[in-house]
């Protein structure tokens, strides 16, 4: 049953042509939950859009799926009745909700819930554009993020794994002031690299700590192995995976 449900997900994920297709989608989803079981775990989606992670959480076997997206500052206009018409497509009785709230908000509203996998997919410098701005250089901005890493922190069940992508900040073609084509339209002053990210997770409580650079999904493994480490990261989109275990 539930691979039927898998494979109906690839199919109405290329259908609705929110990808290019199976391969490059199975490839990007296999890289971003590598070791990370989703069987029976209560899974929280951060700016999870229209629910691409979120429905393929609940299809893999997730008890749960929770999808936060307020539909503002980052996200695309008209997502929420997108998810609402995936939603229709699944059966009704895949446990996934949508919840119209911020990361912040749902943790005041929620704070009893306790989750076993938390995904900030290309959303944790979306928290607080402001703060993540001037992250190193104010200490109300530090805090800020601190506060909320520290809450994330205490909803997690021991051993719970929590994956944030982003790009670093460090890239090579904003730093010579280039306009870079692979990301034309990226803010990088909003970004940070994965090292600070990774030192509030640290001071929130957060120890164990894993990076990889994540590499176009069209190029499968070679492209790993070829674009896959910091030197290349940096001379292309500087696109990373942080994983870190409670």
Same mark, same amino acid.
């Given at each position: 049953?539930?691979?039927?449900?898998?494979?109906?997900?690839?199919?109405?994920?290329?259908?609705?042509?929110?990808?290019? &297709?199976?391969? !490059?989608?199975?490839?990007?989803? !296999?890289?971003?939950?590598? !070791?990370?079981? =989703?069987?029976?775990?209560?899974?929280?989606?951060?700016?999870?859009?229209?629910?691409?992670?979120?429905?393929?959480?609940?299809?893999?076997?997730?008890?749960?799926? $929770? &999808?936060?997206?307020?539909?503002?500052?980052?996200?695309?206009?008209? $997502? $929420?009745?997108?998810?609402?018409?995936?939603?229709?497509?699944?059966?009704?009785?895949?446990?996934?909700?949508?919840?119209?709230?911020?990361?912040?908000?749902?943790?005041?509203?929620?704070?009893?819930?306790?989750?076993?996998? @938390?995904?900030?997919?290309?959303?944790?410098?979306?928290?607080?554009?402001?703060?993540?701005?001037?992250? =190193?250089?104010?200490?109300? &901005?530090?805090?800020?993020? =601190?506060?909320?890493?520290?809450? @994330?922190?205490?909803?997690?069940?021991?051993?719970?794994?929590?994956i944030v992508t982003d790009c670093s900040c460090k890239n090579f073609f904003n730093d010579i002031g280039v306009k870079n084509l692979l990301a034309p339209s990226?803010?990088?002053?909003?970004?940070?690299?994965?090292?600070?990210?990774?030192?509030?997770?640290?001071?929130?409580?957060?120890?164990?700590?894993? @990076?990889?650079?994540?590499?176009? !999904?069209? =190029?499968?493994?070679?492209?790993?192995?070829?674009?896959?480490?910091?030197l290349m990261a940096y001379m292309t989109a500087s696109y990373f995976k942080v994983t870190i275990v409670k």
């Open positions: 049953m539930k691979q039927t449900i898998v494979s109906d997900f690839y199919d109405l994920m290329i259908d609705r042509k929110m990808f290019s &297709c199976k391969k !490059n989608l199975q490839f990007k989803l !296999n890289s971003l939950f590598a !070791n990370v079981k =989703l069987a029976e775990k209560r899974v929280l989606d951060v700016g999870g859009g229209s629910g691409l992670l979120s429905f393929y959480a609940a299809a893999k076997g997730a008890k749960k799926v $929770i &999808c936060l997206e307020p539909e503002f500052a980052g996200s695309t206009s008209g $997502i $929420i009745n997108k998810f609402y018409d995936l939603r229709k497509s699944f059966p009704a009785s895949l446990p996934v909700e949508l919840r119209t709230l911020t990361l912040q908000e749902h943790l005041e509203e929620a704070a009893a819930e306790m989750y076993d996998v @938390v995904i900030m997919h290309n959303s944790i410098n979306h928290l607080n554009e402001e703060a993540a701005i001037h992250l =190193l250089k104010n200490d109300n &901005c530090y805090k800020a993020y =601190l506060t909320i890493f520290e809450k @994330v922190f205490r909803i997690m069940k021991k051993g719970g794994v929590l990226l803010e990088w002053h909003k970004h940070q690299k994965p090292g600070t990210w990774i030192k509030l997770f640290k001071a929130a409580g957060f120890k164990n700590s894993t @990076v990889k650079w994540l590499t176009p !999904n069209r =190029l499968g493994k070679p492209g790993i192995f070829l674009l896959g480490n910091s």
